[in-house]
T-cell receptor, first 115, second 116 residues
Framework: DTGVSQNPRHKITKRGQNVTFRCDPI?????LYWYRQTLGQGPEFLTY????????KSRLLSDRFSAERPKGSFSTLEIQRTEQGDSAMYLC?????????????FGQGTRLTVV | AQKVTQAQTEISVVEKEDVTLDCVYE???????LFWYKQPPSGELVFLIR??????QNEISGRYSWNFQKSTSSFNFTITASQVVDSAVYFC?????????????FGTGTRLQVFP
């Protein structure tokens, strides 16, 4: 399967613990996005990578959040000292090209539950 | 500010009925792109259509059709002869062309339930 892959699919963690999610985009896709989706809402933008460079971070991304995309391949999203408000679905998307008309392909997401 | 509004939170229909999902957007950009995505229970967002602001022609793809009206800032989606497999959450989205990211701004989604 050559779609966007996210791991793990589900994560339950205790408040205060650190968690890390991984996203493997479609091969050769230069653009990678992280979104967060809470229950009953649409996805909200978190951060964007163009190849290995992180070019934009949303105000939603507090200092406890960090994302990387080493060598412009897979990406990781880490949340430190998790809080109950971090419970959400974290979606990764990738696309190829440079224009606003490029189609973004989404992974199945990682559902985080903080207890 | 850019915004997408999907006023219908949930719609229930019986199989074979036609259903229209509404989408209203706000943007100051003169060139922009609109999208519809489907999110089945598995969680993955599935791309359905992309439309640029210069193309106001309606589009039909099988049982799906889209009505883009710039004058009312609307991009509505109609499913003809709905089927149970159409049950999902549908999102309308606007690309943020003013940034270098072209990130998507999503509406809150419309949950469609099609009953047999």
């Amino acid at each position: 399967d050559t779609g966007v892959s996210q791991n793990p699919r589900h994560k339950i963690t205790k408040r205060g613990q650190n968690v890390t999610f991984r996203c493997d985009p479609i091969s050769e896709h230069n653009r990678l996005y992280w979104y967060r989706q809470t229950l009953g809402q649409g996805p909200e933008f978190l951060t964007y990578f163009q190849n290995e460079a992180q070019l934009e971070k949303s105000r939603l991304l507090s200092d406890r959040f960090s994302a990387e995309r080493p060598k412009g391949s897979f990406s990781t999203l880490e949340i430190q000292r998790t809080e109950q408000g971090d419970s959400a679905m974290y979606l990764c998307a990738s696309s190829l090209g440079w224009g606003a008309d490029t189609e973004a392909f989404f992974g199945q997401g990682t559902r985080l539950t903080v207890v | 500010a850019q915004k997408v509004t999907q006023a219908q939170t949930e719609i229930s229909v019986v199989e074979k009925e036609d259903v229209t999902l509404d989408c209203v957007y706000e943007t100051r950009d003169t060139t922009y792109y609109l999208f519809w995505y489907k999110q089945p229970p598995s969680g993955e967002l599935v791309f359905l259509i992309r439309r640029n602001s210069f193309d106001e022609q309606n589009e039909i793809s099988g049982r799906y059709s889209w009505n883009f009206q710039k004058s009312t800032s609307s991009f509505n989606f109609t499913i003809t002869a709905s089927q149970v497999v159409d049950s999902a959450v549908y999102f309308c989205a606007l690309s943020d062309v003013s940034s270098n990211t072209d990130k998507l701004i999503f509406g809150t989604g419309t949950r469609l339930q099609v009953f047999p």
